[in-house]
């Protein structure tokens, strides 16, 4: 004969467990959200978290391929050396000044060509097709195109400043002129992208807002700058974060035009970080680099994130 304490315990035991399979079979929201979750959670975990953390890890390590010594613990000697070193900083310049020139330029092309894709064509798909032959190209591709262009025989851009009555330029041997093709070049590939986002934040706006504009006398210039400018905002902003994270990595159009040079005048740091981890197989000095730039990249959309937040 079973005590009552001993019954107490199995019914108790039977009821937890029937009460764990209704909350499987049947979850709250939170439970099911939870669920659904997991799946992405841990492909994210997979695919970005450990190779974060595992670029981070061979930043404090000694690991060059070519010395052929096992890898060794460093501490910050890395990032020590990459203080110390001039083509670092160079690089960084480079890749910073990049950024300032190519976001506000492709910003200001792109809104330019999401107004005018905006515009009542009878067919407006055309337009819209040019706007992403650009953003479709190959960046690799694009470099090799501009490269063409700015070729100072037989390049396009040198055939027409003859034409006008210039003179020719040797684009390639000048430091200042090398960096202005790259900006050029990058500027024009990556306007259709700011284009298209732009486009699809004017497809939000009511027709209603202008139509009342219209009522009360507002001229196109006052519209655009009350209504059409704030209300873009948001797309603008998501334009923002995602162009200047891509140009903080900038590397196909450079290394394909210019290959850095002259010397290292328009290298930028994922070229240099490219150079130390495959050139010279330093893992370590290009982890650690990596590593800066990663947290360069997250500290901008930080600002960003914070600024929606302050207008918000």
Known sequence: MATASE????????????????????????????????????????????????????????????????????????????????????????????????????????????????????????????????WALPLSFAGLIFAWFFHSEYGVVNDVLGRLGFEGVIWFNSANWAFAAICLTIIWKTSSFMALIILAGLQTIPRSLYEAADVDGAGRLRQFFEITLPLLKPSIVVALIFRTITALQTFDIPFTMTRGGPGTSTATLAMYI??????????????ALAVFMFVLSMGVTAVYLRMIRAKG
């Open 7 to 134: 019954t107490t315990l199995v019914t108790a035991r039977n009821e937890s467990g029937t009460k764990w399979w209704t909350r499987f079979l049947d979850p709250s929201e939170r439970t099911l959200a939870m669920l659904l979750l997991l799946p992405a959670a841990l492909l994210l975990a997979l695919i970005i978290v450990y190779p974060v953390c595992r670029l981070v890890w061979t930043s404090f390590q000694n690991l060059s391929l070519t010395s052929g010594a096992p890898a060794a613990f460093a501490g910050l000697e890395n990032y020590s050396l990459m203080l110390e070193d001039p083509v670092f900083w160079e690089t960084t310049w480079n890749t910073v000044l990049i950024t300032l020139i190519t976001v506000p330029g492709a910003l200001l092309v792109g809104l330019a060509l999401a107004l005018m894709a905006n515009l009542p064509f009878k067919r407006k798909w055309p337009v819209r097709l040019s706007l992403l032959i650009p």
């Open 274 to 287: 490219h150079q130390n981890t495959v050139d010279f197989l330093d893992l370590g000095y290009g982890s």
